[in-house]
């Protein structure tokens, strides 16, 4: 499985694909951080919203590099389980490289500040931990999404795209509107509200966006795997 994912990252990267992505990640964080100074809380926050879309598209991307005919020679060759784990492990791996690019680029761009006197704002360090947790919160949501919207599930490159765009529309509007069924998509916004209100969230409220992060990215890629089944 190791192997498989190192083959798929690859091919990734040397097809070219992710130039595109690339190209996104460093307009959306000079967008973000070109504009003034933030608490590290807050900019992070809203930088793993903001990316988020990009994640699940590096997902799609990854996933689908692969000719269809390939990809069923693989799930021949090591099965059907660790074959579709090798596409989301590289779609995780880059995906953490791009968190990892978004955690640093603010302190290039001069993007981060400390907290006021008697703000109650977080210090820096608690701050780029919440950041830390925001990106990893995000890159799950965007791995499920982006695996939702892979051609092994769609078969074709229209209705994946509509899932992916559509899956990112929803994240945002659902996102805002809290009293219009938000446990449809991941807790991106919710998340980012609750970094950028001043002083650091309660546990409580960490430990609840993450529950809830991982019972949707459950319930997403165990769709995943049953359409996958049932269409290889």
């Not at 820096?124 to 939702?148: D, F, Y």
């Amino acid at each position: 499985m190791i192997a498989l994912a190192r083959m798929r990252t690859a091919g990734f990267l040397r097809s070219g694909r992710a130039l595109a992505p690339l190209v996104a990640v460093l307009v959306v964080l000079s967008v973000l951080y070109g504009g003034g100074a933030s608490p590290a809380a807050a900019a992070y926050g809203y930088s793993a919203a903001a990316l988020f879309a990009v994640l699940a598209w590096i997902t799609k991307l990854v996933l689908d590099t692969e000719p269809d005919v390939q990809r069923q020679l693989a799930r021949l060759a090591v099965g059907p389980a660790r074959e579709a784990a090798a596409g989301l492990l590289a779609a995780a791996v880059l995906g953490a490289g791009v968190c990892l690019l978004a955690m640093l680029a603010p302190w290039a761009f001069g993007g981060i500040r400390g907290p006021e006197a008697g703000s109650g704002e977080p210090s820096t360090a608690v701050g780029v931990l919440l950041g830390v947790a925001a990106h990893l919160l995000a890159l799950l949501g965007a791995l499920a999404l982006g695996a939702l919207a892979a051609r092994a599930v769609t078969r074709r490159v229209l209705p994946g795209v509509a899932v992916l765009v559509t899956g990112a529309v929803l994240v945002i509007v659902l996102g805002l509107r809290d009293s219009i069924a938000p446990w449809l998509v991941p807790p991106v916004m919710a998340t980012a509200r609750a970094l950028s209100e001043g002083a650091a969230p309660a546990a409580g409220t960490l430990l609840g966006l993450t529950a809830w992060t991982l019972l949707w990215c459950a319930v997403v890629l165990a769709v995943y795997a049953r359409l996958r089944r049932g269409r290889s």
